[in-house]
């Protein structure tokens, strides 16, 4: 299994945990109470409100970035080139820890 850690952008840890290949990092962190990710769309990619950090050697961890995930980070205040969409962070590969940081978990 994946090992997931979600910290604040100060690097305090919220919650350690695993994730299944089925999971999507967003459902990790609803069923864990990961503050700061809302996901007020369920998944259906239009409500950017479950925004985090994914590191760039956690890139390979998950499916890359496609333009409507690309398009909806590009209207948030606080995106950057780390910004990824937490309901498409599909695991790539079943074994290894990241971290992901959630920009409004302070
Ligand atoms: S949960 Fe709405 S865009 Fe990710």
Do not use: W
């Not at 997931?4 to 459902?27: A, H």
């Amino acid at each position: 299994m994946l090992s997931i850690t979600f910290t604040t952008p100060e690097g305090d840890v919220l919650v350690e945990t695993t994730m299944t290949d089925s999971d999507t990092v967003m459902e990790v962190a609803v069923r864990e109470g990961v503050p700061g990710i809302v996901a007020e769309c369920g998944g259906s990619m239009s409500c950017a409100t479950c925004h985090v950090y994914l590191e760039p050697q956690a890139n390979e961890a998950f499916e890359p970035k496609e333009d409507m995930e690309r398009d909806l980070i590009d209207g948030l205040e606080n995106c950057s080139a780390l910004s990824r969409l937490s309901c498409q962070l599909y695991p790539a590969q079943s074994e290894g820890e990241v971290v992901v940081t959630v920009p409004d978990s302070a």
